[in-house]
């Protein structure tokens, strides 16, 4: 099958490499990037929610574990 585009290929992929870094520094450039202090809260704010859902998860585990055992002692 003859090639009918010069782009298809090897050669197109790297003849395209400027065009697509370039687009890529242009799109980069519109990106509203997050301060410091935006980016430490929500850092902070992940901790501290991973935590309170560690501490709910882990009650939730002992009271399944307290009722398990206490059909257990019924049953034995």
């Known amino acids: ?14 003849r395209n ?5 370039n687009q890529v520094k242009a799109e980069t ?3 509203a990037w997050p ?3 935006e980016t430490t ?7 501290i929610m991973t935590t309170v859902l560690a501490l709910f ?3 939730v585990d002992n009271a399944f ?3 398990a ?8």
């Open 69 to 76: 055992q206490l059909l257990l002692k019924l049953v034995g």
């Open 65 to 67: 574990n307290g009722l």
């Open 17 to 21: 490499i400027p065009e697509f870094v």
């Open 29 to 31: 450039a519109k990106v």
């Open 1 to 14: 099958m003859a090639r009918t585009n010069e782009k298809d290929g090897i050669g197109g992929f790297f």
């Open 35 to 37: 301060t410091r202090r």
């Open 41 to 47: 809260m929500t850092a902070v704010m992940v901790v």
């Open 57 to 59: 998860f882990f009650g």
